[in-house]
């Protein structure tokens, strides 16, 4: 019998294989090339901060120097701005992780009718931008003596974190077994006590998820200490590096580099931090028994 006309044929295996090289090749190209476009400035920061004759273009440094680094470490360039980087994002991350953990605990642990449309209405809070709500912000904070306090652009960075930080903390104690704290219950815990206990060190990778998510947020917001800070000893980092760019478009791209340099090393130290405490992940396995 001959073969129907419109049969599939079957195709050898050196021909399936040759086609799986093709597309792992492409692939492979596709996923290199979205790498290069975060490496490149990356390099460029890197190689600017050490080239005497920084420009725009990524290249070798025709001259490796340290002058860019001496050139930006002075207290008003660098460490008073690093300083208050510091205390309003540290003290918006830490109000925001409470926040959230206290708020989340009720909707994680005690179903109610309401806790789907107030999940929802967080949901649509964290689809406003944040310029479209700078203005009534910025005349409350006039009205209650907020404006110009590192105070108001903390709570400010907490609110405007804390919706998402609610939901991602909701999603991590869900993962937490119940049947851990009614052990605790029983064994004539608090409610307080079985959070801060119980739930709260079991979904420590949780935490610091919100902790570092918040915190990077909160580090490179550069829109909201520009409109609520206006003295210049109260600014952070992320206002300040906008003096590198003068007047008539010239600046100074060795010093800018080495300030972005010095500028990403706190969050770079906190992931670090976090990924080595907390690399190890859920540890729940076997704590409840059938």
Same mark, same amino acid.
């Given at each position: 019998?001959?073969?129907?006309?419109?049969?599939?044929?079957?195709?050898?295996?050196?021909?399936?294989?040759?086609?799986?090289?093709?597309?792992?090749?492409?692939?492979?190209?596709?996923?290199?090339?979205?790498?290069?476009?975060?490496?490149?400035?990356?390099?460029?920061?890197?190689?600017?901060?050490?080239?005497?004759?920084?420009?725009?273009?990524?290249?070798?440094?025709?001259?490796?120097?340290?002058?860019?680094?001496?050139?930006?470490?002075?207290?008003?360039?660098?460490?008073?701005?690093?300083?208050?980087?510091?205390?309003?994002?540290?003290?918006?991350?830490?109000?925001?992780?409470?926040?959230?953990?206290?708020?989340?605990?009720?909707?994680?642990?005690?179903?109610?009718?309401?806790?789907?449309?107030?999940?929802?209405?967080?949901?649509?809070?964290?689809?406003?931008?944040?310029?479209?709500?700078?203005?009534?912000?910025?005349?409350?904070?006039?009205?209650?003596?907020?404006?110009?306090?590192?105070?108001?652009?903390?709570?400010?960075?907490?609110?405007?974190?804390?919706?998402?930080?609610?939901?991602?903390?909701?999603?991590?104690?869900? $993962?937490?077994?119940?049947?851990? &704290?009614? =052990? @605790?219950?029983?064994?004539?815990? #608090? +409610?307080?006590?079985?959070? !801060?206990? *119980?739930?709260?060190?079991?979904?420590?990778?949780?935490?610091?998820?919100?902790?570092?998510?918040?915190?990077?947020?909160?580090?490179?917001?550069?829109?909201?200490?520009?409109?609520?800070?206006?003295?210049?000893?109260?600014?952070?980092?992320?206002?300040?590096?906008?003096?590198?760019?003068?007047?008539? $478009?010239?600046?100074?791209?060795? &010093?800018? =580099? @080495?300030?972005?340099?010095?500028? #990403? +090393?706190?969050?770079?130290? !906190?992931? *670090?931090?976090?990924?080595?405490?907390?690399?190890?992940?859920?540890?729940?396995?076997?704590?409840?028994?059938?």
């Amino acid at each position: 019998m001959t073969t129907p006309a419109h049969s599939p044929r079957t195709r050898s295996p050196r021909t399936l294989s040759a086609r799986r090289t093709h597309r792992r090749l492409a692939a492979d190209a596709g996923l290199l090339a979205v790498a290069a476009c975060f490496v490149l400035p990356l390099a460029w920061v890197v190689l600017s901060s050490l080239d005497t004759g920084a420009d725009l273009r990524v290249k070798a440094p025709s001259g490796l120097t340290l002058g860019n680094f001496d050139a930006v470490l002075t207290p008003d360039i660098t460490f008073t701005p690093l300083l208050n980087s510091l205390i309003l994002c540290g003290g918006g991350t830490a109000l925001t992780v409470v926040c959230a953990a206290l708020a989340a605990y009720p909707l994680s642990r005690f179903p109610s009718r309401l806790n789907r449309p107030f999940l929802l209405t967080i949901l649509f809070a964290t689809s406003l931008p944040i310029t479209a709500i700078m203005v009534p912000v910025y005349a409350l904070f006039v009205q209650v003596n907020l404006i110009d306090t590192m105070q108001g652009t903390i709570f400010f960075f907490a609110a405007s974190q804390l919706p998402f930080a609610i939901w991602l903390m909701k999603n991590f104690m869900d $993962g937490v077994p119940k049947e851990l &704290e009614e =052990a @605790a219950w029983t064994d004539g815990a #608090s +409610t307080r006590q079985s959070l !801060l206990r *119980v739930v709260l060190p079991l979904m420590g990778p949780g935490v610091a998820v919100v902790t570092v998510f918040s915190f990077v947020l909160m580090w490179g917001n550069f829109f909201v200490p520009f409109m609520l800070l206006l003295t210049p000893d109260q600014m952070p980092a992320a206002v300040s590096i906008n003096e590198f760019f003068g007047n008539r $478009g010239t600046v100074v791209y060795g &010093e800018l =580099a @080495a300030f972005s340099v010095i500028y #990403s +090393t706190p969050v770079l130290a !906190l992931y *670090v931090l976090v990924a080595r405490k907390l690399g190890g992940g859920f540890a729940l396995g076997g704590a409840v028994k059938g």
